[in-house]
């Protein structure tokens, strides 16, 4: 199968659809990115520093990744990378700001909306994409390994868990939506 190959009138083409990935990937990296560095800016000489450090390191080599692809492929970043620049140092300072716990329990949160979303793309990659779908892939476990990481580091014992964690998906859910398309 090839990507796109199923569409329907309306649908994006195969070079749409490819460039709303790339578009939306390398957002995500970069908030995830700014997400690492406001924790390590509040939590990173703590217990959590090593962990912290080795996940904002897989973030920065996604991050490298897309960016080095987009630049090959001619797709245009969003033009939302300043505020996810903002917000995601934002969100990842705040909830360490309110305890390792919650620190952790952004990493699940985030890590699970995209997780959900990198199977959906590969899914949807067909094989005339198979060096992207493998990077999707390999970067998808990666970001597994991190929710694995916040979750045997107690992020389900933040307080207001349930709360923090839909909001956060929310938000993550409705970044991407938005990346995808402006």
């Not at 390398?26 to 520093?49: C, D, F, N, S």
């Not at 360490?96 to 890590?111: F, K, N, Q």
Request: a negative charge; hydrophobic letters at 40%.
């Amino acid at each position: 199968m090839k990507t796109a190959e199923d569409r329907i009138p309306g649908d994006p083409t195969r070079d749409q659809l490819v460039a709303r990935f790339l578009r939306v990937d390398q957002a995500g990296e970069l908030g995830a990115v700014r997400i690492y560095q406001g924790q390590r800016a509040v939590l990173g000489k703590g217990r959590h520093g090593p962990l912290l450090a080795h996940m904002a390191a897989q973030e920065q080599h996604h991050l490298d990744t897309f960016d080095r692809l987009i630049g090959e492929r001619g797709v245009r970043p969003t033009v939302l990378a300043p505020l996810w620049h903002v917000a995601g140092f934002a969100l990842g300072a705040g909830t360490a700001l309110l305890g390792e716990r919650a620190a952790m329990a952004c990493t699940v949160a985030v890590e699970e909306a995209i997780d959900e979303h990198y199977a959906d793309q590969a899914a949807r990659l067909g094989d005339d994409e198979a060096e992207l779908k493998a990077t999707i892939e390999r970067f998808r476990r990666e970001e597994l390994e991190h929710r694995d990481i916040g979750l045997a580091n107690d992020a389900e014992k933040a307080p207001g868990y349930p709360v923090l964690s839909a909001a956060i998906k929310t938000g993550c859910r409705l970044a991407i939506w938005l990346s995808e398309r402006i």
